[in-house]
């Protein structure tokens, strides 16, 4: 049975401004924001829908988190520069430039591994497995350039994608690895 990956994360960047007052933007009544200079150096702000989070920093740049697909992501910057603007804050850029960052995905290949086999079948080049720190077997596929997470479960966390197409390549690559080894049912 083929698996196929689930878009937990989406992290995408723009500027949508050259600067911000950020406590102007606390006192204009930004609803749900959180500001404190001395714990971190950008504004926190949460929206519901399209579900995410923003970092806003003081250069005018954005950190958008937590959307479930690239188009959530877009639409959420989008709505914030609308909502930037309604506020009252100038010269607002409502058509950035957005960047993808990184997008994490999962996938389960509905079996279990044993993680210290793959580890000794793939050698010590794209492989790092250490039980005691860290349960999972971490493999860096170098095309497309993602980080595999590699659970005994069959479970996968698929982290460093520009495009759902990284994610579903990096996929492919462990399947057909651990089929040629005959880890696959």
């Given at each position: 049975m083929e698996s196929t990956i689930t878009i937990e994360n989406v992290v995408a960047s723009t500027a949508l401004a050259t600067e911000f007052d950020l406590v102007k933007i606390m006192d204009s009544g930004l609803e749900?924001?959180?500001?404190?200079?001395?714990?971190?150096p950008g504004l926190v702000y949460r929206i519901d829908n399209p579900k995410a989070a923003f970092l806003i920093f003081t250069s005018g740049k954005v950190v958008c988190t937590?959307?479930?697909?690239?188009?959530?992501?877009?639409?959420?910057?989008?709505?914030?520069?609308?909502?930037?603007?309604?506020?009252?804050?100038d010269k607002i850029n409502l058509e950035p430039e957005i960047h993808v960052q990184n997008i994490v995905a999962s996938a389960d290949l509905k079996t279990t591994l044993n993680l210290n086999t793959i580890a000794i079948a793939f050698g010590l080049e794209n492989v790092e497995y250490e039980p005691e720190v860290f349960p999972g077997l971490i493999y860096?596929?170098?095309?497309?350039?993602v980080v595999v997470l590699v659970f005994s479960s069959g479970k996968l966390v698929i982290t460093g994608g520009k495009c759902e197409e990284d994610c579903n390549g990096g996929l492919r690559i462990v399947r057909k690895e651990f089929?040629?080894?005959?880890l696959l049912c």
């Open positions: 749900g924001a959180e500001y404190n200079k001395t714990k971190f937590g959307a479930k697909t690239i188009n959530n992501a877009h639409k959420a910057i989008i709505n914030l520069a609308n909502k930037l603007k309604d506020i009252g804050c860096r596929v170098e095309a497309p350039r089929d040629n080894l005959g």
